[in-house]
């Protein structure tokens, strides 16, 4: 299973993700269900990058990508991070409706 942890501020923010697992859907290379996760996530710290100009730290591996949101962004920066990364956790958890055997988000503060 993939499991997802979302890390948020008290002011709910978002400060980190860890995805970590396979779906174990298909086959790999066939599996749309780790395809579908990745793409959205890798997809959305390149969007933050081009957009933003901001750089997370990253650190991926096999089945595993940790995402740390830089600390004391301008405000605007911040807002325009945080909205390219709510659309991420909403396109997971479209994921997440369908393949819920395969894929689980967890939200922590």
Do not use: W
Request: net charge negative; charged share 25%; glycine share 8%.
């Amino acid at each position: 299973m993939i499991s997802i942890t979302i890390n948020r501020s008290e002011s709910e923010s978002i400060q980190s993700f860890i995805i970590s697992g396979h779906a174990f859907f298909a086959d790999r290379g066939k599996d749309i269900v780790c395809a579908g996760a990745s793409a959205v996530s890798v997809g959305a710290i390149n969007a933050v990058h081009a957009i933003t100009g901001v750089t997370p730290e990253i650190e991926q591996g096999d089945g595993f990508l940790r995402c740390v949101v830089p600390d004391k962004l301008p405000e605007d920066i911040n807002e325009k991070v945080q909205l390219l990364l709510e659309g991420m956790i909403v396109s997971l958890q479209t994921i997440e409706e369908e393949y819920g055997e395969h894929i689980k988000i967890t939200f922590k503060k």
